[in-house]
C-alpha cells in the first residue's frame, strides 16, 4: 500500500466522530431481567435514542436491513424501531404501511399481495426517491440482530398475528433484547400471557390512560411508556417514572422535519425539561451527535 493511500486512509479514519457512550452501559441482554434493569428512569445523563423505522436520514429509506446497519453502526445501544406486517401468504416482513404506493413502487395493499410479488418491489426514502433497497422479512431481520448489542422496538401492527410474532422472536435468541409495542391494554395483557418476560410499550396518553395502566394488572417492571408527541407538564412525566417506568416520546413528524439548526436546540429542551427518558426520532444519528460528545 503507498503513502498517499495510507494518508487518506488516515485522513478517513479520523473523520469518523467517536463519541463517549454514556447511553451505551451494559448493552448485552442475555437473560430476561437484563432490558428491564436497563430501561428504567432513573440515574441518566443522556436520553436514550430510539430510531424511528431504524432512521430515515441521508436518503436512506425506513424499515430496510441497510438502514439499521448504518443506524446500529453509528448509534450505540440505539432502540430500533421496526414495523411488522404480514402478506397474502402469512409471511412477517417489515412495512410501515399497508397500501404499497406510500413508501414502495408497488401499488395495491401488502396484505393482498404475496411474498413473491412483495420480494420485487423497491422502498422510496423520505423524498419519495427510489432506492436499491427492497422490503425485508421479519425472519431477515431477527438473524441479523440476534447478536448485536441493541433494542429491538417491535411495532407489531393490529392485523398482524402477536403469537407468531412473538414465536419468531423466540426461536431467533432475539426475546430478551425485544420490546413489543401493543395498540391496547388487552392486547398487552395476551402478550404478556404468551411472554411473561418480555418488555412491552403501551400509550400513557394522559392522566387517565395512567390510571388505566396501573389498574390493568399488568407489571410496571416490564413496560415501557409511549407518551404524546407534544411535551407534556413535568407532573406527568412525573406520574410515569413514580411507577419506575421510562417514558418515550415521538418527535417524527414534528421536530425532525426542521433543519438541523433549529431542531437541535428543541431536542435539548425536550431532554432538559426532566420528562421523556427516551427521544424516538427519524434523525437518530443527529440526535446521538448532540447529546455525546467525541473523545
Not at 397474502?88 to 417489515?94: E, G, K, M, P, Q
Amino acid at each position: 500500500m503507498n503513502s498517499i493511500v495510507k494518508n487518506g486512509i488516515a485522513m478517513l479514519l479520523g473523520a469518523i466522530p467517536m463519541y463517549s457512550y454514556a447511553q451505551t452501559g451494559e448493552c448485552k441482554f442475555d437473560t430476561p431481567n437484563a432490558l428491564q434493569s436497563y430501561l428504567k428512569p432513573s440515574g441518566r445523563t443522556t436520553p436514550m435514542i430510539m430510531a424511528h423505522q431504524g432512521g430515515t436520514e441521508d436518503g436512506f429509506p425506513g424499515n430496510s436491513l441497510a438502514t439499521f446497519e448504518r443506524t446500529y453502526k453509528q448509534v450505540p445501544c440505539v432502540l430500533l424501531e421496526f414495523d411488522v406486517r404480514m402478506t397474502a401468504d402469512s409471511l412477517l416482513v417489515i412495512s410501515h404501511d399497508n397500501e404499497l404506493e406510500t413508501r414502495t413502487n408497488g401499488k395495491g395493499l401488502l396484505d393482498k399481495k404475496k411474498w413473491k410479488e412483495v420480494s420485487k418491489l423497491k422502498l422510496k426514502d423520505s423524498q419519495g426517491t427510489i432506492t436499491e433497497h427492497g422490503i425485508p422479512t421479519l425472519q431477515h431481520v431477527l438473524d441479523w440482530s440476534k447478536d448485536k448489542n441493541l433494542v429491538l422496538i417491535v411495532d407489531k401492527k393490529p392485523e398482524t398475528s402477536l403469537p407468531k410474532t412473538i414465536e419468531m422472536l423466540k426461536a431467533t435468541g432475539n426475546a430478551n433484547k425485544s420490546v413489543l409495542i401493543c395498540y391496547s391494554l388487552a392486547e398487552a395483557k395476551q402478550a404478556h400471557q404468551l411472554a411473561p418476560d418480555m418488555m412491552l410499550a403501551v400509550g400513557f396518553n394522559s392522566n387517565d390512560h395512567i390510571e388505566a395502566v396501573t389498574r390493568s394488572g399488568l407489571p410496571m417492571e416490564k413496560l415501557v411508556a409511549l407518551t404524546p408527541r407534544d411535551l407534556q407538564d413535568k407532573p406527568f412525566y412525573d406520574k410515569i417514572h413514580n411507577l419506575n417506568v421510562v417514558s418515550s416520546l415521538g418527535t417524527n413528524g414534528n421536530i425532525d422535519t426542521l433543519q438541523a439548526s433549529a431542531s437541535r436546540p428543541m431536542y435539548q429542551k425536550l431532554w432538559e425539561s426532566g420528562g421523556p427518558d427516551i427521544i424516538c426520532t427519524d434523525n437518530p444519528v443527529l440526535v446521538q451527535s448532540i447529546f455525546y460528545k467525541k473523545e
